[in-house]
């Protein structure tokens, strides 16, 4: 039997399970206390679910991992054995190996390595102390509705110690010894992403007194004061009846239906510019409603496309915690943009390029703590990683508080390896000087580790970016830290946006970008420096003739043309174009390579009448 089809779907939901539990494992893991009761049974679950998908796909490495696993899940879900930190730290490596096994299948490599060999051996080191595995306790039973005694616990963490998360985790692994934690709020896996205000509410189910467990909560060193209130719950009835149907289609699918639907709408523009019947016409209205359906089509697609930018954000909290661990740094990671929903397909190629960038800012930016304390710094680094999307663009920026880039050093490791002579070092501005860390092989690393130092890093990143059409800017103080931004266009987008004529072409340009429209005349305009600016308002605005600064040699027309302000890097920026054709609403796709490398524009779009335009990206046009 062939199963290389259902591979992709192996990985996909491979990937779901491990993600979870390793968030699951990672909270217990930074509160230096054994998960609680109803973690352990929901990384249980997962593990089982990964432990048969791998057999059944015919991966008996990673089957066989999966089994230890879930079995050292089972005597911690019975309390046969206890799980200090390490116990903890080796669950999660188990939980990592796992991933990338996964991940090495879906590439088609070797899904065994040795990392595997010795998690295993730890693995079963703990079962064997544990004694012989007794027979499974099922996992979920039927219950009854029934009345139990629970207690909701209202906490402030101490707010005169530093990482408020770390502290509830701590505090979280405290109230799970005292009884069953049936909620939390927030919940427990977001902890980690640096969004909490240091209240804390549980709710417990306890098998003693409240008044005992009162007074074993005051004893918790961490909790800055709390309230406590018994409840009544009615644990509701466990439903085992299957969960909604849903079907795992593949994105390849859905993109092609994607094609089909814009390509219909396309038809029916040039169907209705060639005179699809008179208004009010029997074929006119039904060539509207064709429109509408297809539209309603498109829009339905598109959010079948979109996901969440939280689902990469295991993959970043696992890859500061194994760094954090490997190198004895203590990073704290703020993500920010979570909710921020994107296209899967341009998630699924910026994502290494991200974790290019974090792993860099653990490794070269955010120094030790003995280095950052002589600095007068917090003990512990912060590394912000924030996704915003506006119109067709999307931003994402990792900002660390390290070390910094000093473009003097990097001018000189560039001489010492013959990418640059003096001469052209003194002339280099501090902006170029940062740039060179995106040349292939360039680094300023004393030594080479297996992390990074082998300057492998940042040109990736650089070139992926530029692939998609997108740009990468560096910015960095000498010891206060370095922010990378990244600005991409997503994938497919309907953009409401004018269409002007400049240099007979017409060009269409966004209306988001477009600030403020005026008429240009010799009463709003002047010319200072041989330069020609524009009166808005109180100020001047200074004016380019969008002609000239794409290189057209057609003649402009005798009349005044039409003014455009825009936002640009260094501040409002005014284009002037002959004509301004029309408003309208434009399907915008990205350029391929090697067009995508044309900084002026954001992508491209076919009209009803089949002429096809580029879309000007106005803050990135080059200056004259």
Request: charged share 25%; glycine share 8%.
């Amino acid at each position: 039997m062939d199963l290389s089809r259902y591979l992709e779907l192996f990985v996909q939901e491979s990937r779901e399970h491990l993600s979870a539990a390793y968030a699951l494992a990672s909270v217990a893991e930074q509160a230096q206390a054994a998960p609680v009761d109803d973690a352990i049974r929901d990384i249980f679950r997962h593990v089982h679910s990964v432990k048969g998908m791998a057999a059944s796909m015919g991966f008996p490495a990673m089957s066989a991992l999966a089994h230890d696993t879930e079995s050292l899940m089972d005597r911690l879900r019975d309390h046969r054995i206890a799980a200090p930190p390490s116990t903890t730290r080796l669950l999660m490596a188990s939980l990592s190996c796992l991933e990338r096994m996964a991940e090495r299948a879906g590439r088609n490599d070797d899904v065994d390595d040795g990392e595997r060999v010795s998690i295993q051996a730890g693995l079963r080191e703990i079962l064997a102390a544990g004694g012989e595995t007794e027979a499974p306790v099922p996992l979920v039973r039927r219950r009854t509705a029934e009345t139990v005694s629970h207690v909701n616990v209202a906490v402030i963490v101490r707010r005169d110690r530093s990482f408020p998360a770390v502290r509830a985790a701590i505090v979280l692994g405290h109230l799970g010894k005292l009884g069953r934690i049936v909620r939390t709020e927030p919940p427990m896996a977001a902890l980690r992403t640096g969004r909490f205000d240091g209240r804390l509410l549980v709710t417990l189910r306890i098998g003693e007194e409240a008044r005992t467990i009162a007074g074993k909560i005051a004893a918790i060193d961490e909790i800055e004061t709390f309230t406590l209130v018994p409840v009544e719950i009615d644990e509701p009835r466990v439903d085992l009846r299957p969960p909604s149907p849903s079907l795992r289609i593949p994105a390849t699918r859905i993109d092609a239906l994607l094609e089909d639907v814009l390509e219909l709408m396309s038809s029916l523009g040039r169907i209705e510019a060639r005179g699809g019947g008179t208004p009010g016409s029997p074929d006119a209205r039904e060539g509207e409603t064709a429109r509408r359906l297809a539209r309603g089509l498109y829009d339905a697609l598109v959010e079948l496309r979109l996901v969440p930018f939280e689902t990469v954000t295991q993959r970043l909290v696992r890859a500061v915690d194994e760094l954090e661990h490997r190198l004895g740094k203590n990073v704290v990671l703020e993500v920010q943009g979570q909710e921020v929903r994107i296209d899967r397909s341009l998630l699924e190629q910026i994502t290494d390029p991200l974790l290019h960038m974090v792993r860099n800012a653990v490794d070269h930016g955010i120094e030790p703590q003995a280095v950052r304390e002589k600095a007068r710094k917090p003990a512990a680094g912060r590394l912000a990683v924030r996704l915003v999307r506006e119109a067709a663009r999307v931003t994402l920026v990792v900002e660390d508080d390290g070390a910094g880039l000093d473009p003097r050093r990097l001018k000189q490791a560039a001489i010492e390896r013959g990418l640059l002579t003096p001469g052209e070092a003194v002339r280099m501005d501090d902006a170029r000087a940062l740039e060179m860390i995106t040349l292939p092989g360039f680094t300023t690393a004393e030594r080479t580790t297996e992390i990074s130092g082998r300057g492998v890093g940042m040109d990736v990143v650089k070139s992926t970016v530029e692939a998609l059409g997108g740009t990468l800017r560096i910015s960095s103080a000498p010891g206060r830290g370095t922010r990378f931004e990244v600005t991409l266009p997503s994938s497919v987008a309907l953009v409401q946006a004018y269409l002007v004529r400049a240099g007979g072409a017409v060009f269409a340009v966004p209306l988001a970008s477009i600030a403020r429209m005026a008429p240009m005349d010799d009463q709003s305009t002047a010319w200072r420096d041989g330069r020609r600016f524009w009166s808005v308002g109180a100020s001047d605005v200074p004016v380019r003739s969008l002609a000239a600064v794409l290189g057209l040699d057609a003649p402009k027309t005798a009349r005044d043309g039409m003014a455009l302000v825009v936002e640009a890097d260094d501040g409002p920026s005014g284009i002037e174009v002959d004509e301004v054709v029309e408003r309208c609403e434009l399907v915008v796709r990205p350029l391929p390579a090697p067009l995508a490398g044309l900084r002026a524009y954001s992508g491209a779009a076919v009209l009803d009448d089949g002429t096809i335009v580029l879309v000007l990206d106005p803050a990135r046009l080059p200056r004259l």
